[in-house]
């Protein structure tokens, strides 16, 4: 099999401007409602793209964990790579993938941190494994041994019991979103995509040529 040769023709769906609402928050919503109703595998991975102070751009997976009005947030260590990225360059972009639909979705803007009692709330949801594993791992930082990791893990899990406390180095981030775009694929690689984007207080919408 050549690389070249592999393609898929996109026919399930159209998009067009009747279809789209005017806020882009309230179009995202239907359309993430509809990937989780068509049981899409994980409709909350997306992809985060980050640009050091270099301007080096790093992209990577992580999972949205709560959008509303103000934005789309994720959590991570604040002292992993993504983070150092951030406190360099506080833009980010966002990508959704959702391939059983034939969507896409991008989200482009500047990135803040959340409160603390929103990343306090969060991290008082996750599964033990998931606290523990917060305190445990020196996320992005190289280690010798997976060894060296399952020991912290068990130091952790030792010291700090059932009910751990957020670490003060671990909570959330928020994307505020100055540009949304959605694509449908469509047959012969002729795509349906529309872009908003944030002029002022208002958001202007476009069809984009495929």
């Given at each position: 099999m050549e690389l070249a040769d592999i393609r898929k023709?996109?026919?399930?769906a159209r998009l067009d401007?009747?279809?789209?609402?005017?806020?882009?928050?309230?179009?995202?919503?239907?359309?993430?409602?509809?990937?989780?109703?068509?049981?899409v595998n994980e409709p909350n991975a997306m992809t985060l793209a980050t640009v050091n102070g270099d301007g080096k751009p790093t992209a990577r997976i992580v999972l949205i964990k709560d959008f509303d009005p103000r934005g789309a947030s994720f959590f991570t260590n604040y002292e992993s790579r993504k983070a150092n990225d951030i406190a360099a360059k506080e833009f980010a972009a966002l990508v959704f993938f959702w391939p059983e639909l034939e969507r896409q979705v991008?989200?482009?803007?500047?990135?803040?941190?959340?409160?603390?009692?929103?990343?306090?709330?969060?991290?008082?949801?996750?599964?033990?494994?998931?606290?523990?594993?917060?305190?445990?791992s020196p996320q992005s930082r190289a280690i010798a041994s997976r060894e060296i990791l399952e020991a912290a893990v068990e130091d952790a899990t030792a010291s700090l019991g059932s009910s751990p406390t957020r670490p003060p180095y671990w909570g959330g981030y928020r994307v505020v979103p100055s540009l949304f775009e959605f694509w449908q694929g469509r047959s012969s690689r002729l795509h349906d995509r529309f872009c908003y984007q944030l002029n002022g207080a208002a958001w202007g919408l476009t069809r984009l040529a495929p």
């Open positions: 023709d996109y026919k399930l401007v009747s279809d789209i609402d005017a806020s882009p928050f309230v179009q995202f919503e239907k359309w993430f409602t509809e990937a989780v109703n068509a049981k991008r989200i482009e803007g500047r990135v803040e941190k959340v409160s603390a009692a929103e990343s306090d709330a969060y991290y008082a949801v996750r599964p033990l494994g998931s606290k523990i594993g917060a305190w445990a």
